[in-house]
């Protein structure tokens, strides 16, 4: 179908893995998707399929029934185009301009040093073998492909009432063979802002850099309750708790990269007297064994290094140090609450995902995300106390609503009746607590019945985010099946 690109276009389903193989080829990290939703468009064009963006950026393809199915219930086929763009420190790789690099691990696909991208790429993949398959009987089809899912669900947001005539929506964005999710958490950014002072650098100070490097990180839903390490969270209580008998200002202090994923890094450059140093040294390699063994069931790769540094800032004043790392341990981070009603689900849970500094002032970037409304409003008051003892300001942004669980829903009922005829027992039926955009299509879309279901994914949102391959035959043999079983028109 097209020219491979690596190793994974010929394994089976072939034709969703040659699509998969392709999106790999065509960066596509989220905001940098236009290469990737143009070679879409054309290659719709081409096979004679109608194709229109909105202007948001979605992509809608439609394909009309197969013959005998036209008096089905209209289905969309959606996934999002963008990946999660994040690698290993020692990695060289710019997402903007280089191609994933997959490969077969086994039983599964990764990627040499990156995120993979099957978080959603195997989905959207599956959508366009939807589109060219021409042995799959079916009803009037939509797909809708969105933009910026991964860093604030722009598409779905940006979606308007009239685009889509379908009555049920497919979501293809979840991680577990054999589950079938019927709902997801809303969730809402917080981003807070503490205005620093700095002062003169000392005649006897050098800088230090200090990094945290190593952890699993993660997607901070699906991983949220792994008890996975947060970087920036653990530099802070080093700096806060094991440098007692050292003065020292922070110059600067930086970690994780995006708000919904697990920060797996983190860096801090300090002052600090040049004859303090070999102390600075001796207390990293304490600390370093003490988390090794505390984390030592989770966090195999943890290091910290030390080296000195030049830097352009000045250091801090010894208030804003103390006030920032204060804010930074008593920042509530992971689970805050699971669910009273659907056993072993995270009901509330906030990641503390990116610290950024700049010249007057260091920002914290958080997401809360919960199954109900009482639960995030809980945790932004929370942060907004904490702000107000700070001296700092807080904002919330880019709330998104969770997805409301409808035990009744006709299309829940087919896919179980479905994979039960097909595997001889039932999938699970769940509700998940990372985000998915069906609850933003529920807006204009009040009506549409949806579920999501995919393959199994592990650990997405890090490089070493990986897709069983097995699972994908599995889950595309579900869809044709879904697509077959889908009922007629009311």
């Not at 079938?180 to 809402?188: D, K, T």
């Not at 200090?210 to 996975?228: E, F, N, P, W």
């Not at 907004?384 to 997805?403: D, K, Q, R, V």
């Not at 087919?414 to 607590?433: A, L, T, W």
């Amino acid at each position: 179908m097209f020219k491979p690109h690596s190793e994974i276009s010929n394994l089976e389903p072939q034709i969703v893995w040659q699509f998969f193989d392709q999106i790999c080829s065509i960066p596509h990290p989220s905001k940098h998707e236009e290469a990737l939703a143009q070679f879409i468009i054309d290659w719709a064009s081409a096979q004679n399929l109608a194709v229109r963006r909105d202007k948001t950026g979605n992509v809608f393809i439609k394909k009309a029934a197969t013959a005998g199915m036209e008096n089905r219930k209209p289905v969309v086929l959606q996934a999002h185009i963008d990946m999660v763009p994040q690698k290993n420190d020692d990695t060289d790789h710019d997402f903007v301009t280089d191609p994933i690099r997959p490969f077969v691990d086994g039983d599964w696909v990764t990627a040499d040093g990156t995120t993979l991208g099957a978080d959603n790429g195997i989905g959207m993949a599956s959508c366009l073998a939807v589109l060219a398959a021409d042995d799959i009987a079916h009803g009037p089809l939509e797909v809708i492909l969105t933009v910026d899912e991964e860093a604030g669900m722009t598409g779905a947001f940006g979606l308007e009432a009239g685009w889509l005539e379908g009555e049920i929506l497919l979501n293809t964005d979840s991680e577990q063979e054999g589950e079938i999710y019927m709902g997801c958490a809303g969730g809402i950014d917080a981003s807070l802002t503490l205005n620093i002072a700095r002062q003169p650098k000392q005649d006897d100070q050098v800088y230090i850099e200090i990094a945290l490097k190593g952890l699993k990180g993660g997607h901070s839903g699906v991983d949220i309750h792994t008890g996975r390490a947060n970087a920036n969270k653990l530099l802070a209580r080093t700096l806060k708790h094991h440098f007692n008998d050292v003065e020292f200002q922070i110059v600067e202090f930086k970690g994780g990269s995006l708000r919904n994923a697990i920060p797996r890094e983190a860096y801090a450059t300090i002052a600090v007297k040049d004859s303090d140093v070999n102390t600075i040294n001796a207390h990293i390699k304490n600390v370093e064994m003490l988390m090794k063994q505390e984390l030592k069931a989770i966090e195999t790769g943890l290091s910290f290094n030390t080296q000195q540094v030049d830097h352009t800032l000045s250091p801090l004043s010894n208030d804003s140090t103390a006030k920032l790392l204060s804010i930074i341990n008593a920042c509530p981070n992971g689970v805050v609450r699971m669910s009273d009603d659907i056993k072993g689900v995270v009901e509330t849970s906030l990641n503390l995902g990116v610290i950024t500094s700049s010249e007057d002032s260091i920002e914290v970037l958080c997401l809360i995300r919960s199954l109900i409304d009482s639960g995030r409003k809980d945790v932004e008051g929370t942060l907004s106390s904490l702000a107000e003892l700070a001296g700092a300001e807080i904002e919330f942004s880019g709330a998104y609503p969770g997805w409301k669980p409808e035990p009744d829903s006709e299309l829940v009922h087919i896919f179980r009746d479905m994979y039960e005829g097909i595997y001889g027992n039932k999938p699970d039926i769940m509700v998940i607590h990372a985000g998915l955009e069906c609850g933003l299509f529920k807006e204009p879309y009040p009506d549409m019945d949806m579920i999501s279901f995919g393959p199994t994914i592990k650990f997405p949102h890090s490089p070493d985010e990986k897709v069983h391959i097995g699972s994908v035959g599995l889950y595309w043999q579900q869809m044709k099946a879904l697509l077959t079983n889908i009922p007629v028109k009311g």
